[in-house]
């Protein structure tokens, strides 16, 4: 009589349940999903990014996914699932009545909260692949009536094997990992095709609560849930007995892995997105697809090479951790403090902080023994930053414009901000663009400049001096580019001019504009890394302005190439191949005999380069850039604000603070064999009618002709910035006269 009952209650509720979940969902409006849809169904999944050499390096993700196929899925993994999840499975269409009414029954009667949801592993299928539109316990009905007739849906389109692994590759676990593969990953630093079966049983049971059950951050948590699963193994005989037991005993070990967190290249791959979404805009105008990079599973293949990444990231740390402590150390003075608590107090006026300062967060904290969390307030936050000290790197192959090398900054998650793409100003690493267009004008790098000292009337008698304040006699332009003098290289901008500089310096590719003031000849214009590197590239090259490129090929999911970059992109030529070779014989004389003697008497790189250090005033900002004709690594250091930085030049000078990165890098790509021989790419000789332009002192003193010259020269000289200057009239008659050659 009893069974009578029992079997009549559930055929009542049955009845009554159906009625009511049919009713609701009819009266939603809902769409269900067609055959043909259900078929076209196709997850998100990240886009994969690697450097040249295949290392994966970054991805692209609305949702952290990566598909995996039935056959590599683990057997232990699939019968932990059914055995947790679902374990008739196997046996029904879809939807398990039984199950269902038994859980309904234990979690609207009996109030047991731990009933679990009673849907099976199709039903769970249905609803990560669409979702649930409306939440509340009203339309809890509706979505588990969509979710029932989903499910027959599904079990006829597709196989038991298909649903398994569609169900695998779509669930979530946390953290915006979604899918088997990616949580391996992440949880364990493997393919889930190799993952042990005590490994399976902690990833299925994250899926009853995927916070609660997280193995990094409840581990206890999760070793109990990965027990649970071990023991739903053994009840439905996929273990044994002993085999459950063993597993049970284990240790909860991970190998938490997270690409996205703080990868080699994460400044890089910033870059690689742009790249990578206007080539899929072009692609997709042109045939009427719709590829999206963090939905459609696309494999790039980039430019970068991983090992020498990895060379300027270790020649960052060495380097910089160690320069950073002689920046704080110098500002530990008394006097230093109050320049700091002065510069601070101003940046936090200039910021609108000021009625802020003392509030308090908790904050990561940079630093180069490993970052830290702190309650911190917003002025000694303030100050923190101020203190710390910037640099970027970038290599680029000249001739193609392909990236080898990005380092953006010292901590891209606590410093996002791209220090190659920041604009500072240059210093003498400007010098080559107004040497090059001498050269365009047909000077010759024997030809000898004034080294004398010039007060200019109109600009509170400002004057040029040279690094080392010496002045007089004559320095061939040679000389002074490789020495980086001042006077002498002021004295070939008056001979230049400024329209005619202003016109090489765009046709480089830089894009602020330059001021016409005497000072310009020094470096104060302003530009980034990556201009610097595209106009250094035109030496190197034989006279071209070069793009940067990041990306190689594009790949679908399926293996199908959509784009390869052959480089073959027309080249703009800025230079005659004259004044290219010549530029790139005066610069390698710069390393050989000038400001870039210590690339090879301190650093030992030995091998041919060419290259141009640059200090802005008070040692604000440091350059180097040193180029051959395979590779061309430009480096710029210094705080974010110019009121902080080093107080000589015995730490802040080019040579000190930036050579020593390229130095440092350079130096294990000499070590690298198979690498080095591939970048370091020996200069070509001079052409016989070049092989002497170089023939020729440095210095020279001033001969007796040039010393009549200067009488009529006396005096402070007017800077005029438009037309012919009165003195250039007088000096080249007297040129003429004494039949001189230029000065």
């Known amino acids: 009589m009893a069974l009578i009952n029992r079997n009549l209650f559930y055929s009542l509720s049955l009845a009554l349940l159906s009625a009511v979940m049919l009713l609701s969902f009819s009266c939603s409006g809902g769409h269900l999903k067609s055959r043909e849809e259900l078929l076209k169904y196709k997850n998100p999944v990240a886009s994969l990014v690697y450097a040249e050499e295949g290392e994966l390096i970054g991805k692209f993700l609305f949702e952290d996914r990566t598909n995996i196929s039935y056959d590599q899925i683990p057997a232990h993994l699939k019968n932990a699932l059914v055995a947790t999840e679902d374990a008739r499975f196997f046996e029904h269409r879809g939807n398990d009545l039984r199950s269902f009414f038994r ?57 038991k094997e298909e649903i398994l692994t569609l169900y695998l590759n779509t669930v979530s676990f946390g953290e915006n990992v979604y899918g088997i593969e990616a949580a391996s990953n992440r949880f364990f630093n493997k393919s889930a095709e190799l993952l042990r079966p ?17 193995p990094r951050r409840h581990p206890d948590n999760a070793r109990l849930r990965r027990n649970v699963v071990l023991k739903q193994m053994e009840k439905y005989n996929y273990l044994t007995s002993s085999e459950a037991d063993s597993l049970s005993k284990l240790p909860l070990v991970l190998h938490y892995t997270k690409t996205t967190a703080s990868g080699p290249a994460d400044y890089f791959l910033v870059q690689v997105r742009q790249e990578a979404e206007g080539i899929l805009d072009s692609i997709n105008r042109i045939t009427g697809r719709s590829w999206v990079l963090q939905r459609d599973g696309l494999r790039i293949t980039t430019t970068l090479n991983i090992s020498l990444q990895k060379y300027a990231l270790q020649a960052f740390h060495d380097h910089l951790s160690r320069m950073q402590k002689k920046l704080d150390d110098q500002f530990q003075s008394n006097s230093g403090k109050r320049m700091l608590e002065q510069i601070t107090e101003k940046e936090l006026q200039r910021l609108n902080l000021s009625a802020h300062s003392d509030e308090v967060a908790f904050q990561e904290i ?118 980086s003098m001042n006077i002498p290289t002021f004295s070939l901008f008056l001979q230049i001019g400024f329209e ?54 594009i790949i679908t999911a399926d293996g199908k190439e959509i784009y390869r970059n052959d480089f073959t992109d027309d080249k703009t030529r800025i230079l005659t191949e004259r004044s290219s070779l010549l530029m790139s014989a005066m610069l390698q004389k710069a390393i050989r005999e000038g400001t870039g003697v210590s690339m ?74 198979p690498l080095g021989d591939r970048l370091i790419v020996p200069f070509t000789d001079l052409p016989p009618e070049l092989a002497y332009a170089l023939d020729c002192p440095d210095f020279k003193e001033k001969s007796f002709f040039d010393r009549i010259i200067d009488i009529f020269e006396k005096g402070k000289t007017p800077y005029e910035k438009e037309g012919n200057r009165p003195e250039r009239k007088i000096r080249n008659l007297l040129r003429k006269i004494f039949k001189k050659s230029a000065v």
């Open 103 to 159: 859980v309904l029954v234990k979690r609207l009667i009996l109030m047991d909260r731990s009933a679990g949801g009673g849907s099976t592993i199709t039903q769970q299928l249905a609803k990560n692949m669409y979702g649930r539109r409306e939440k509340g316990f009203l339309h809890a009905f509706t979505n588990k009536a969509r979710e029932i007739i989903m499910a027959k849906r599904l079990e006829k389109v597709f196989t």
């Open 198 to 214: 005590e490994e399976s049983a902690v990833l299925v049971g994250m899926l009853k609560a995927n916070t609660y059950y997280n």
């Open 366 to 483: 940079f630093n180069w023994s490993g970052n830290h969390t702190d309650s911190i307030s917003v002025k000694d936050s303030l100050k923190k930053a101020l203190m710390i000290m910037h640099a970027g790197l970038l290599a680029i192959d000249p001739v193609t414009g392909a990236i080898r090398a990005w380092v953006g900054g010292v901590d891209f998650k606590t410093q996002p901000f791209d220090q190659i793409l920041a604009r500072r100003q240059l210093a003498s690493v400007f010098k080559p663009v107004l040497y090059a267009e001498a050269l365009e004008e047909g000077m010759e790098p024997c030809q000898y400049l004034d080294n004398d000292s010039v007060k200019l009337s109109g600009f509170k008698d400002w004057s040029p001096e040279n690094y080392d304040h010496s002045f007089g006699g004559k320095y061939s332009l040679s000389g002074a580019l490789a020495h």
């Open 500 to 553: 005619k500089l202003d016109s090489m310096w765009k046709k480089m590719g830089f894009s602020f504009p330059l001021v016409n003031t005497p000072s310009l000849a020094m470096g104060t214009a302003e530009a980034s890394i990556k201009e610097v590197a595209v106009a250094y590239s035109s030496f190197a090259n034989g006279g071209f302005r070069i793009i940067p490129r990041s990306i190689i090929s």
């Open 600 to 673: 090879n008497s301190i650093y030992g790189v030995d091998f041919p380069l060419a290259g141009k250090t640059g200090t802005s005033q008070d040692y604000s900002d440091a350059w180097f850039a040193a180029f051959n004709p395979g590779l061309v690594m430009v480096a710029r250091a210094g705080a974010s604000t110019r009121a902080v930085h080093f107080n000589s030049g015995a730490n802040g000078s080019g040579s000190a603070l930036a050579l020593p990165i390229v130095a440092l890098t350079l130096k294990q790509l000499k070590q690298d064999t």
